[in-house]
């Protein structure tokens, strides 16, 4: 695979962190510090919503007991008819890969595009497995551990964190080892599905595994109550906001981005430590159930004092760049990255261009 701008530049190997091997990973008993909004919205809950939920759930509960070589064969039949339907998704996917690896050959784009789409639905079968696959077992034997030492040293000094990944990796499986190394009490920001009883399932899952969900709508009052509190809040920054964006250079285009990062900093001096869970190295994580999760960076709040929302926003994007380069054949390229964002000026730096909005 061509490499991207970004990849060269990986820092040294983290160092391989056992203290937390023999954990149990059990459901904890949890004083949550701060109540938060309902995640069920309330107004998806008709027939029709009970049947597609019921549905969804029979077909992730039958694929994820089919021996592997029937699941990973009708993952890729799935993924094929996906890409050939949806070409929109299928184009921005391309377009947000040549952005983040333009020395990647046209086989290699296309690769990673299938890699994509079948990626999509791994994840959809992770996040019902993890429970009685992963729950119950030791730490060790289903996560290895890197870190930084600023990682570990948030870990283990007093007060709360937010925590800040991107659509890479096995996101849906990192909460059981999060919550076991001691980031708690934790918490997860999300939006909502529209479909209140899968939203249920999806918040039942995360209590199951020690993490409480804060619906997206009502984050901003709710995530600096609970990291004033000593809480740890994920939150995954690396997709096109809706509203009121910021713009900062991302794998160098200009792209709409969260500006909640920038706000609650303003809000809570808290350290923002970056993260990400991925397959183990040489494994198929729906055989295995082995995770690699990755804390490779900090940035501490002195060091953003002065900051504007985009410098702030451009600081982000450059440590979730080197996330998803970490393991591009795991990426969520399916999303159009950088639809709504107005191009650089010629001659203009993605940069300059973001500072001059």
Same mark, same amino acid.
């Given at each position: 695979?061509?490499?991207?701008?970004?990849?060269?530049?990986?820092?040294?190997?983290?160092?391989?962190?056992?203290?937390?091997?023999?954990?149990?990973?059990?459901?904890? $008993?949890?004083?949550?510090?701060?109540?938060?909004?309902?995640?069920?919205?309330? +107004?998806?809950?008709?027939?029709?919503?009970?049947?597609?939920?019921?549905?969804?759930?029979?077909?992730?509960?039958?694929?994820?007991?089919?021996?592997?070589?029937?699941?990973?064969?009708? $993952?890729?039949?799935?993924?094929?008819?996906?890409?050939?339907?949806?070409?929109?998704?299928?184009?921005?996917?391309?377009?947000?890969?040549?952005?983040?690896?333009?020395?990647?050959?046209?086989?290699?784009?296309?690769?990673?595009?299938?890699?994509?789409?079948?990626?999509?639905? +791994?994840?959809?079968?992770?996040?019902?497995?993890?429970?009685?696959?992963?729950?119950?077992?030791?730490?060790?034997?289903?996560?290895?551990?890197?870190?930084?030492?600023?990682?570990?040293?948030?870990?283990?000094?007093?007060?709360?964190?937010?925590?800040?990944?991107?659509?890479?990796?096995?996101?849906?499986?990192?909460?059981?080892?999060?919550?076991?190394?001691?980031?708690?009490?934790?918490?997860?920001?999300?939006?909502?599905?529209?479909?209140?009883?899968?939203?249920?399932?999806?918040?039942?899952?995360?209590?199951?595994?020690?993490?409480?969900?804060?619906?997206?709508?009502?984050?901003?009052?709710?995530?600096?109550?609970?990291?004033?509190?000593?809480?740890?809040?994920?939150?995954?920054?690396?997709?096109?906001?809706?509203?009121?964006?910021?713009?900062?250079?991302?794998?160098?285009?200009?792209?709409?981005?969260?500006?909640?990062?920038?706000?609650?900093? +303003?809000?809570?001096?808290?350290?923002?430590?970056?993260?990400?869970?991925?397959?183990?190295?040489?494994?198929?994580?729906?055989?295995?159930?082995?995770?690699?999760?990755?804390?490779?960076?900090?940035?501490?709040?002195?060091?953003?004092?002065?900051?504007?929302?985009?410098?702030?926003?451009?600081?982000?994007?450059?440590?979730?760049?080197?996330?998803?380069?970490?393991?591009?054949?795991?990426?969520?390229?399916?999303?159009?990255?950088?639809?709504?964002?107005?191009?650089?000026?010629?001659?203009?730096?993605?940069?300059?261009?973001?500072?001059?909005?």
């Amino acid at each position: 695979m061509a490499e991207g701008p970004n990849r060269a530049s990986e820092a040294a190997p983290l160092e391989r962190i056992h203290r937390f091997d023999d954990v149990r990973l059990e459901t904890p $008993v949890v004083d949550w510090p701060v109540e938060v909004p309902p995640f069920e919205e309330g +107004r998806f809950h008709s027939v029709k919503h009970r049947a597609l939920q019921v549905l969804m759930k029979a077909a992730q509960e039958s694929a994820l007991w089919l021996p592997g070589t029937l699941q990973r064969g009708l $993952v890729k039949a799935l993924a094929g008819a996906g890409r050939a339907l949806d070409k929109r998704h299928t184009r921005a996917a391309e377009d947000y890969i040549r952005s983040a690896l333009p020395l990647a050959s046209d086989p290699e784009v296309d690769q990673l595009v299938a890699q994509a789409w079948r990626h999509l639905l +791994r994840i959809a079968l992770v996040a019902v497995g993890v429970e009685r696959q992963v729950m119950g077992g030791r730490l060790g034997d289903h996560y290895e551990i890197e870190a930084c030492p600023e990682a570990m040293d948030v870990l283990d000094r007093p007060g709360g964190a937010i925590m800040l990944s991107a659509h890479v990796g096995f996101w849906e499986a990192c909460c059981p080892a999060i919550v076991g190394m001691g980031w708690g009490p934790s918490y997860g920001v999300g939006k909502a599905p529209r479909n209140d009883f899968v939203a249920r399932d999806l918040r039942l899952a995360r209590e199951s595994q020690g993490m409480r969900v804060i619906p997206r709508r009502g984050a901003m009052a709710a995530v600096p109550a609970a990291v004033r509190a000593g809480a740890s809040v994920g939150m995954l920054l690396d997709h096109r906001p809706r509203q009121k964006p910021v713009y900062a250079p991302f794998f160098g285009r200009i792209a709409a981005c969260d500006r909640s990062a920038g706000v609650l900093l +303003r809000r809570v001096k808290a350290p923002l430590v970056f993260y990400a869970c991925y397959s183990a190295e040489g494994t198929d994580a729906l055989d295995s159930w082995r995770f690699k999760l990755r804390f490779p960076a900090v940035i501490e709040p002195e060091e953003l004092v002065g900051l504007g929302p985009e410098s702030i926003a451009a600081r982000i994007n450059s440590e979730l760049e080197r996330l998803i380069l970490h393991r591009p054949e795991e990426a969520f390229w399916l999303h159009d990255r950088f639809r709504g964002a107005p191009e650089a000026a010629p001659g203009e730096s993605p940069a300059e261009s973001s500072a001059a909005r």
